[in-house]
């Protein structure tokens, strides 16, 4: 949904956002230079990092194409009239069309025939961002909710580096639908996945998975992307490493693909003498679930 970025004079943008922001939103580059008052406009990103790394004051922008074709017409910036050119990020819907972008309408046949106050009035109506640059006075004024980042105005933060992410596979109380689901709300979902090797996954009122490869069978799992925070709760809830340990094994996915990810193992001995009927696999049998309606791993239980 595009990116605009306002650098003041002196300050600089990191070269791993500008990389981001090229792969984001593909479509068309276009950047203004507040001292001189110029537009550059292009389809082509080879040369963008040549064209950002300066100390004069900028505004650019990287287009992700959502209405209007993806051609030179429709790269911002779109001029206003012959002092002032705009920018945005976010789509208004009810102007465009398949051939023209809707930002390129609204400058062209709405805000020539407003006046000059009512510009941002009328653009707040909108949840847009946009840039406003009045290349005679050589201001930029930013509508809408930006970030700032060192100095540097960006109208979006999905070109910021983001924190780590960890993998992990649950097979209780965690998946979807459950008792401590919760704890995974804000993570990212990857996939249902199985154990690419076998092991034993015993049910005692708690479900207990025990590393104790090719014993057992295949256990089926929710992998989800957890950041750090997330990371240290689901470690609080396991015990891990006392109670539960975190380990990383192999996980096939259901599309034959294959990740690594960390999985919780009880930190004990598979109990001796443990028959094949006493360990619960793919399916519980529906009494326990009726009565255990926390936990969503299920085996037949003769």
Known sequence: MCLIIHKPKGKRIPRDIISKAKYINPHGFGITYLDSGKTYRTLSYKRVHALVDTDREIVCHFRLATVGKVNISNVHPFNINDNHVIYSNGTVKGYGSIHDSDISYIAKNILPKLRKKD???????????????????????????????????????????????????????????????????????????????????????????????????????????????????????????????????????????????????????????????????????????????WYNETINIK
């Open 119 to 293: 510009w941002v009035p009328f653009l707040e109506l909108t949840d847009t961002r946009f840039a406003i640059v009045d290349t005679t006075r050589r201001l930029v004024n930013r509508v809408g909710h930006w970030h700032n980042r060192n100095g540097v105005y960006y109208s979006k933060s999905n070109c910021f580096a983001m924190e780590p992410k960890t993998r992990v596979g649950v097979y209780g109380t965690l998946k979807e639908g459950f008792g401590n689901h919760h704890l995974l709300e804000s993570s990212e979902f990857v996939a249902n996945a199985t154990t690419v090797d076998e092991y034993p996954l015993l049910v005692n009122g708690l479900p207990y998975l025990y590393d104790k490869k090719g014993v057992g069978e295949h256990v089926h799992l929710e992998i989800y992307d957890v950041d750090n925070k997330t990371l240290a709760r689901l470690d609080s809830l396991e015990g891990h490493p006392t109670f539960y340990e975190r380990r990383k094994i192999m996980l096939s996915l259901d599309d034959w693909s294959r990740t690594e990810a960390w999985v919780y193992f009880i930190n004990q001995d598979l109990p001796r003498n443990t028959k094949r009927d006493d360990m619960h696999y793919n399916y519980i049998g529906d009494d326990f679930m009726r009565n255990n309606a």
